[in-house]
């Protein structure tokens, strides 16, 4: 025994450190992970004790219900519009504040100080930014003369998503600075330097050495990101609940809807196995898609 | 390597992605103290989801005994009155301390559903009649007040919403309830409004000359069930109900249509006041409490809602009225909701007697006049002391004129099943975007009910 534990010493001591955090998410992570699955395939109400099998009665009912299109058409419009403009707008940002230093600090804080409110907290203020009676936009437009260009921003089809987003990421925006920031501080100076030596411009900077240079934060942030507007829920629940009709519901929202209004567990459950194979699907192709790119410029 | 790399990768992902299946999940695996009581439910089983009703647990029965009542309540319109409620309480019983959670509108049955499937309901809690409350009494969860004094001194008319299929008083109902149209005195003077509309065709008229003094008329929530506590209800009771003496049967039944031109009127009524430019501003997205606060800033001439308010809208600077919904065509015998408000249950478990006390205080007790005064409705039991009650003589008279009709129809909430309460705001903003046609509303609102009586 003793001869043993000498040999696997190291292995013995890592399963130590691994093995609460793996307890940790097998009990609270992996079980009802695997319950949802199980339940995918009842029509468990959520109250009763009672139910029965249904075999892919669920999964049938979800595909064919009249907002699941809805649903992946927003999905798309989310990760298409939000991932880029958010990693654009982060990164630029990042890069802007690095350059400068002056205050940067003091930048730091500001651009993150919305992500350490609650999104509950954060759909509330841009819910009252955007009342088309009494919000503040509606305000400026009124004394600009503009009235008539006050909109009901989250109650029409046509502005809800490009609405819902620009709060998502004015919300996320310094989470995702400060990972570029991170990865910005990663570049050796020396190498800004002998470039400007080489006289070359801001613009050829940023595009031949910082983006190339930047790969691994990249890749980081827009994966979190994709993960991240795939799972929301907080945010459009409260800004909008997924309406008008289902012009905003996320696949998150919907889940929620199955199970705690219309009392549907096993739909719901269904629900959120589509959307983990999703999320899957897409977090795998994008990565697949961004090491390809990483090892290129390396 | 590289492929041990990806699946490593992949297996992250996937224990990362499990994040949003573990809030859905939910199985307490027994094991509670209570988990030995049978459920008797019937129905044929192939599994259990744990939920184990503790309706035989033993209750607490000692006046000494330190207890800690868990009492959650849907107390956002009168948050004052139930701290009041259960600080008062508290000095009554001073063995008894109460752990009182608020929960926001709209959202007890969401509340309290994952804390059903936990075996972790509250002691006290407020509940709605209809399906949701019947289930967690016929599952065992929630006691049967029959026989309880609260349960014995509720008029007899507000029982039948809070009975379960099994006969199990499940709820007391808080209160008479009625919808109805709050409108700004002063704004309908100066639109020159001298006799209140007594059908629609009379209300399109009143809400046209109220535009055409620059006068929003009307606010209605279009966000949450406001509107269907509203325009649903009084549609359904006119266009249905009042037409249709066995509707609620058929719809108990299964065998109700949705799908006709009387129903999808009710649709078409919200969207021709959209239309015509008739509701305030953003009502699509407007929520219960921001149309509150816009009528009581004078944004509107009228605010429809129900008579849970009107302690706070009758108080308004500016002179409230209130006036029945007309929501019958010119010629038609107008059919108003009368219905049940938000009601009180008790769960079944070891504070049972605890909880039992703090039902008494609240329907019967000094509890009960801190809540009636602060909503100023109309009571739910059968000979309250008139000294104490505070009702607004607007809503006195209201009420005795709702006595006058033959016939009335019921909230949202106490007939449709759970599907299609949950479909029903997304239909009524589809119609108002115009994704849907109110023939359109109709038939979705048939295929969901559909699906609801298939499952």
Redesign the interface.
């Known amino acids: 025994m003793r001869v043993w534990y000498r040999n696997n010493r190291s292995a013995v001591a890592g399963a130590a450190f691994v093995l609460p955090a793996l307890a940790v998410i097998g009990v609270f992570f992996l079980y009802p992970a695997l319950m949802s699955f199980r339940y995918s395939f009842t029509n468990w109400n959520g109250i009763s004790p009672d139910f029965d099998y249904v075999g892919w009665d669920n999964f049938r009912y979800v595909l064919q219900s009249p907002q699941f299109k809805q649903l992946i058409w927003n999905t798309l419009f989310l990760i298409g519009l939000y991932v880029p403009v958010l990693n654009i707008i982060s990164m630029l940002l990042a890069v802007l504040i690095y350059d400068v230093r002056r205050f940067a600090g003091m930048y730091k804080v500001i651009i993150y100080l919305p992500n350490i409110f609650s999104m509950v907290v954060v759909g509330i203020i841009w819910k009252v930014i955007y009342n088309p009676v009494f919000g503040p936009v509606a305000l400026v437009l009124e004394k600009l003369g503009k009235e008539s260009w006050a909109q009901d921003w989250l109650g029409q089809t046509a502005t809800v998503m490009p609405a819902m987003s620009l709060s998502i990421v004015w919300y996320s925006v310094g989470f995702y600075l400060m990972i570029y920031l991170g990865g910005l501080s990663t570049i050796p100076p020396d190498i800004y330097e002998s470039a400007s030596i080489e006289g070359i411009t801001w613009f050829q900077r940023l595009r031949y050495l910082t983006f190339p240079l930047l790969s691994h934060a990249i890749t980081i942030n827009i994966v979190v990101s994709a993960i991240g507007i795939l799972t929301i829920f907080d945010l459009p629940f409260v800004l909008t609940g997924g309406g008008p009709g289902f012009a905003s519901q996320t696949m998150a929202i919907s889940i929620y809807i199955y199970a705690f209004k219309s009392m549907q567990q096993g739909s719901a459950m269904a629900l959120a196995v589509i959307l983990t194979l999703v999320t899957t699907a897409i977090t795998l192709g994008l990565l697949r898609l961004l090491n390809r790119r990483e090892a290129a410029h390396e | 390597m590289v492929s041990v790399k990806k699946a490593c990768?992949?297996a992250l992902?996937?224990?990362?992605?499990?994040?949003?299946?573990?809030g859905?999940?939910?199985?307490n695996g027994g094991g509670t103290a209570a988990s030995n009581t049978k459920?008797d439910?019937g129905?044929?089983?192939?599994?259990?989801?744990?939920?184990?009703?503790p309706a035989n647990a033993p209750a607490d029965t000692s006046a000494d005994e330190k207890v800690t009542l868990t009492v959650s309540m849907m107390s956002s319109d009168w948050v004052d009155a139930a701290q009041e409620i259960v600080d008062q309480f508290m000095a009554k019983y001073p063995n008894i301390k109460v752990d009182f959670s608020q929960v926001p509108n709209d959202t007890n049955?969401?509340y309290l559903?994952?804390k059903?499937?936990a075996n972790s309901l509250p002691d006290f809690m407020t509940i709605d009649g209809g399906t949701?409350g019947a289930?967690?009494a016929d599952?065992g969860?929630i006691a049967d007040l029959k026989d309880s004094e609260a349960g014995k001194n509720t008029i007899d008319g507000l029982k039948p919403v809070f009975t379960s299929s099994s006969g199990k008083l499940f709820g007391i109902a808080g209160g008479l309830s009625t919808t109805l149209i709050y409108y700004n005195k002063k704004l309908f003077d100066q639109a020159g409004i001298k006799e209140l509309p007594k059908n629609w065709d009379e209300f399109l008229a009143a809400c046209e000359q109220l535009k055409s003094r620059d006068i929003t008329p009307l606010i209605v929530a279009?966000?949450?069930g406001t509107v269907n506590n509203t325009v649903w209800s009084n549609g359904f009771s006119n266009n249905i109900v009042g037409k249709d003496p066995d509707a609620l049967k058929k719809l108990a039944d299964g065998t109700f249509d949705f799908n006709t031109p009387a129903y999808a009127d009710i649709y078409a009524k919200f969207k021709t006041l959209y239309d015509k430019g008739y509701l305030?501003?953003?009502?699509?997205?407007?929520?219960y409490s921001?149309a509150n606060d816009?009528f009581l800033?004078g944004?509107a001439a009228m605010s429809f809602s129900g008579i849970w308010l009107a302690g706070t809208m009758m108080a308004a600077g500016f002179g409230t009225g209130v006036m029945l919904p007309p929501w019958n065509d010119k010629g038609q015998d107008l059919v108003p909701v009368v219905a049940t408000e938000t009601g009180f249950a008790v769960a079944e478990g070891k504070h049972k007697d605890a909880a039992m006390k703090f039902l008494d205080f609240i329907v019967e007790g000094d509890g009960y006049y801190i809540y009636q005064n602060k909503r100023g409705n109309i009571p739910m039991i059968k000979s309250p002391d008139a000294g104490k009650l505070k009702i607004d003589p607007a809503i006195s008279s209201y009420v005795d004129d709702l006595k006058t009709y033959a016939k009335s129809g019921p909230l949202w909430f106490e007939v449709l099943p759970?599907?299609v309460?949950?479909?029903l705001?997304?239909?009524f903003?589809?119609v108002?975007?115009g994704?849907?046609t109110p023939e359109g509303a109709a038939k979705?609102t048939q295929d969901t009910y559909l699906?609801a009586v298939k499952?």
């Open positions: 990768s992949a992902a996937l224990s990362l992605l499990a994040v949003p299946l573990y859905c999940g939910n199985d459920n439910a129905k044929g089983t192939s599994g259990n989801a744990g939920t184990n009703a049955a969401e559903q994952p059903a499937a949701f289930q967690l599952t969860l279009g966000a949450d305030i501003k953003g009502v699509t997205s407007l929520q921001q816009e800033q944004k759970s599907e309460q949950a479909s705001v997304q239909t903003q589809r108002l975007t994704e849907l979705f699906q499952k």
